[in-house]
């Protein structure tokens, strides 16, 4: 079945360090996002990247679709940057928008 | 960006109650909204697609009956936990899609978290 595979599923880290974590998906798609979840619930729009490389400050992503993969790097990590990163994927060739999340990673951040 | 939002944050109902959420679109339109269901610790699952003026579809495995979803506006879901019981308890999230935005990019809402006693 649509599958949506994350790793690591946790991450500690010492402040300033950077870290890449990984998003499998086993199907074309058409649409992928990366998430931030902080401490509250709130789903933080990271990324939109179905293929291609974007940059936010000291985060980016590289999706490679032809192989199946997304990266999202952290660099210079930040205590405030912990919490978990979720990475979601629309599978639907028409675009339904409707997106299937993987498990996680729970990234925390110590001074 | 878009903004969705939803009310209340937190709720705590007694068994056999029902409680209503709501998530808005402040600053846009969307036909389609999506709710989804988030346990402790654990990834998001759909419940169900929004649709204005017309039913919601529902993922397998969902009760129709349970979780009632209302797309009355342009602007507006509601999802209706009915006769809630303590294993309904869980972080509920909704989202929609800023068409004006370009790459079909999903907003979500801050969630709603459901305590039922």
């Known amino acids: 079945g649509i599958q949506v595979e994350q790793s690591p599923p946790d991450l500690i880290l010492q402040e300033g360090a950077n870290s890449t974590l990984r998003c499998n998906f086993s199907?074309?798609?058409?649409?992928l996002q990366w998430f931030h979840q902080n401490p509250w619930g709130q789903l933080i729009n990271l990324f939109y990247?179905?293929?291609g490389t974007k940059q936010n400050g000291r985060l980016s992503a590289t999706t490679v679709a032809t192989e199946r993969y997304s990266l999202l790097y952290i660099s210079s990590s930040q205590t405030t940057d912990s919490g978990v990163y979720f990475c979601a994927v629309d599978f639907s060739g028409a675009g339904s928008y409707q997106l299937t999340f993987g498990k996680g990673t729970k990234l925390s951040v110590i001074p | 960006g878009a903004v969705v939002s939803q009310h209340p944050s937190r709720v705590i109902c007694k068994s056999g109650t029902s409680v209503k959420i709501e998530c808005r679109s402040l600053?846009?339109?969307?036909?389609?909204m999506f709710w989804y269901r988030q346990f402790p610790k654990k990834s998001l699952m759909l419940m169900a697609t929004?649709?204005?003026?017309?039913?919601?579809?529902?993922e397998q495995g969902v009760e129709k009956d349970k979780f009632l979803i209302n797309h009355a506006s342009l602007t507006l879901s509601t999802l209706t936990v009915t006769s809630a019981h303590p294993e309904d308890s869980s972080f509920y999230i909704c989202s929609a899609r800023d068409r004006r935005l370009s790459g079909n990019t999903i907003y979500f809402g801050e969630g709603s978290w459901l305590t039922v006693v």
């Open positions: 929004s649709n204005e003026g017309s039913k919601a579809t529902y």
């Open positions: 199907d074309s798609v058409n649409n």
């Open positions: 600053d846009f339109q969307a036909t389609t």
């Open positions: 990247i179905p293929s």
